[in-house]
């Protein structure tokens, strides 16, 4: 091996990629188009919500005390002193020895203090309106009864969403609740996609012999849509110096914030690769012990940091998902980057490593008892990407000469599910 490769371990390429990588600057976007971005503010709740103390049920507004001895077999009568629907203001207090119909949502009248559901009423499940102008009240209730209180669920002044958080469904939700119609995120990044090799043939042109269809560009395009990046796709690069440096100029005019190459980074490919980074900026050549995905490339060109991927379909892919994944997340913002790992047991034996930890394709599952289970789906060739297909995670080998057999627990990567801690 020459000596010009740096061996790290993976934890330690992660780290190193993260620390040269900057967060970008904020944007404002419309609520609606807010979805999948990363907050860039402290979310401080200007009002309460629920803004005032409301009922939870359809029923009548009480004091608590008028029909504390209430029970099915000595019902407490109580007069029908007003209808209270969802979106009016109580027009008077409650009298005592009164109730007040009301129905979710609406504002508790002053004097009352809990809430006796339509059920433990003579009203019954019917919901419909009694003409005698009183209501039998079938069941006690403690005051705070079926009432939701004012600031139960947001009080106004507390941090509600954190800087860095991504947005779902629900905080775009809350955000609405807060009146919220613009909200401040990162801006996406532009990241570069660029495929290098003289093999390779693009989607919408003939194969010719011995070349191979470019499929990197197109899956890490799609990783880098996944997590937040806007891609810029470049044309396939030949593996000259001048058409690799054209591309990267390129990519840098369009205002890449990263920049992606695959190809290239092996052993045989080094000096080109090589000559073309040193011209236009810094660049580390590094053996991580992993696999699929030993060897890479990471620097910076005129100031842009770029990883180079390993060339094989499946090394791009999963290169991409433990270092490009938490760069693009980081630039954005994001407080969370690491994958969720869960413990599962292995059902088939898998080769390992003594200096290397293995990332296998997996399809994870949970069997009736709950228990998670970690299938290989197949030959684990870092060119055969059909396996990658049907795998939902990574099965982490530990390194240890050998092999790990089938029964053991092993840590696996959940590739779809949002990033932890
Ligand atoms: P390299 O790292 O350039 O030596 O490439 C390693 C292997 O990955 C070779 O078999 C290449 O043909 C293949 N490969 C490289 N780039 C791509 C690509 N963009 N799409 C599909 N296969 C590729
Ligand atoms: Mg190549």
């Known amino acids: 091996m020459r000596e010009e490769f740096l061996f790290m371990e993976v934890e330690q390429a992660r780290q190193e990629i993260l620390a040269s990588i900057e967060t970008l600057e904020p944007e404002e976007v419309p609520l609606l188009e807010a979805l999948g971005r990363t907050l860039a503010e402290d979310v401080l709740a200007g009002e309460n919500i629920p803004p005032f103390d409301n009922s939870a049920m359809d029923g009548y507004a009480v004091r608590a005390a008028d029909v504390a001895d209430a029970g099915p077999d000595q ?21 005592p020895g009164a109730a007040i ?24 499940t019917t919901g419909a309106r009694r003409a005698t102008g009183e209501v039998r009240i079938m069941r006690a209730v403690r005051p705070g009864d079926n009432v939701r209180r004012a600031g139960e669920d947001v009080r106004r002044g507390e941090l509600v969403i954190q800087r860095g958080t991504l947005l779902r469904p629900p ?19 532009r990241v570069a996609v660029l495929a290098t090799g003289d093999e390779l043939v693009d989607i919408d042109q003939p194969l010719a012999p011995g070349k191979i269809r470019n499929s990197n560009s197109y899956s890490n395009y799609a990783q880098v849509l996944k997590y937040g990046g806007i891609p810029l796709l470049l044309p396939i690069a030949r593996d000259t110096v001048a058409e690799v440096t054209d591309r990267i100029e390129q990519g840098i005019a369009q205002g890449a914030d990263l920049f992606l190459t695959s190809g290239g980074v092996s052993v045989g ?41 390993p060339g094989n379909p499946v090394s791009a892919m999963v290169v991409f998902e433990q270092f490009a994944r938490p760069a693009i997340l980081k630039m954005q913002g994001r407080r969370q980057l690491r994958k969720p790992e869960i413990e599962a047991t292995l059902l088939d034996d898998a080769k390992s490593y ?11 599952t949970q069997d009736i008892t709950g228990q998670w289970t970690a299938r290989l789906t197949g030959p684990q060739g870092s060119g055969i990407l059909s396996s990658m297909v049907r795998a939902n995670g990574l099965a982490i080998i530990p390194k240890q000469p050998g092999k790990v057999s089938a029964g053991t627990r092993v840590w696996v990567q959940m590739l779809d599910w949002p990033e932890v801690e």
Not at 75 to 95: C, F, H, S, Y
Not at 354 to 364: M, Q, S, T
């Open 75 to 95: 019902p407490v009568v109580l007069a029908v002193q007003a209808d209270l629907p969802a979106g009016t203001a109580p027009a008077e207090p409650l009298r």
């Open 101 to 124: 119909r009301i129905m979710t949502g609406a504002p508790m009248p002053p004097g009352a203090d809990a809430v006796v559901p339509f059920e433990q009423t003579d009203e019954g």
């Open 171 to 189: 905080e775009i939700g809350l955000l609405a609740s807060l009146a919220r119609p613009r909200v401040r995120v990162t801006r996406r990044p």
């Open 269 to 309: 490919d080094y000096d080109l690769v090589k000559r073309v980074l040193h011209q236009l900026g810094h660049i580390d050549f590094w053996q991580v012990r992993m696999q699929p995905g030993k060897p890479m490339a990471f620097g910076h060109l005129r100031g842009v940091p770029l990883l180079g991927l």
């Open 354 to 364: 003594a200096d290397r930890v293995r990332f296998l394709r997996a399809i994870v």
